[in-house]
C-alpha cells in the first residue's frame, strides 16, 4: 500500500532532550516536508527536501534539524525540545519536485514537550 | 514572504446550501493554489487545486475560482452533505529556488443535517 508513515505518533517529552521524529515513504517520491499545525494557524512548514541530500528552509525552521540521506526518509531532529515547539507534526511528499504536484501527508505525530 | 489569509475561520450551513470559503495571497510569484480538507483527527488530503494560468476549475460539488490580479482565490462547495464537515485549509505554493508551501489558517465548516 503506498502510504508515508510517521513515528511516533505521540511523544510526551521533556525540555532539552533530542528526539527524532521518523518519516518515511514508499512511493519513490523526490519531494518530502515537514509541517506543524497549531490551533488557529493552519500548518507551517518547518523543512522540505527536493532531492536526496538537498533540504531547505521552510517558514518556521528555527529549532528544528532535517538530512535526506536516502529518497524514502526524511527524519525530523530537535536537538533541544522547548514547550513551544508543543505541536502536531505532519511529514509530507509528493511525487517529483513540480510545483503542482499533490503532498500526501502522514498520519501526524503529535508531540508535547513539558 | 509570502503570506496567505483565510477567510471566514469557521463556516456553519444548512445541509443542500453552498458554502464558500475565500483566501488571498500576497506573492504575485505564487503559481499553485491547491485546497485540503482535514477530518477531526485525521490527515489533510488534497481536494482541488488550481493553476495560476487557470481561472476556474470544477470537479463535481466542488469548484475553485481564481482571481491573480487581486490575489484571491475561492473553494466553492454546491449541496453541502454533513459529510462535508471538517477543516478546510487553502494554500499557495511558490518557487523560491525550492518550492515552499504557504496555507491559511484553516476555515471549520460545519454542515447541518
Known amino acids: 500500500e503506498a502510504q508515508v508513515t510517521q513515528n511516533p505518533r505521540y511523544l510526551i517529552t521533556v525540555t532539552g532532550k533530542k528526539l527524532t521524529v521518523t518519516c518515511s515513504q514508499n512511493?519513490?517520491?523526490?519531494?518530502m516536508s515537514w509541517y506543524r499545525q497549531d490551533p488557529g494557524l493552519g500548518l507551517r512548514q518547518i523543512y522540505y527536501s527536493m532531492n536526496v541530500e538537498v533540504t531547505d528552509k521552510g517558514d518556521v525552521p528555527e529549532g528544528y534539524k532535517v538530512s535526506r540521506k536516502e529518497k524514502r526518509n526524511f527524519p525530523l531532529i530537535l536537538e533541544s525540545p522547548s514547550p513551544n515547539q508543543t505541536s502536531l507534526y505532519f511529514c509530507a511528499s509528493s511525487h517529483t519536485s513540480g510545483i503542482d504536484d499533490e503532498q500526501f501527508f502522514g498520519p501526524g505525530t503529535r508531540l508535547t514537550v513539558l | 514572504g509570502e503570506n496567505v489569509e483565510q477567510h471566514p475561520s469557521t463556516l456553519s450551513v444548512q445541509e443542500g446550501d453552498s458554502a464558500v470559503i475565500k483566501c488571498t495571497y500576497s506573492d504575485s510569484a505564487s503559481n499553485y493554489f491547491p485546497w485540503y480538507k482535514q477530518e477531526l483527527g485525521k490527515r489533510p488530503q488534497l481536494i482541488i487545486d488550481?493553476?495560476?494560468?487557470?481561472g476556474e476549475k470544477k470537479d463535481q460539488r466542488i469548484a475553485v475560482t481564481l482571481n491573480k490580479t487581486a490575489k484571491h482565490f475561492s473553494l466553492h462547495i454546491t449541496e453541502t452533505q454533513p459529510e462535508d464537515s471538517a477543516v478546510y485549509f487553502c494554500a499557495a505554493t511558490l518557487n523560491t529556488g525550492g518550492f515552499k508551501t504557504i496555507f491559511g489558517a484553516g476555515t471549520r465548516l460545519f454542515v447541518k443535517a
Open positions: 512511493m519513490n517520491h523526490e519531494y
Open positions: 488550481i493553476r495560476s494560468n487557470v
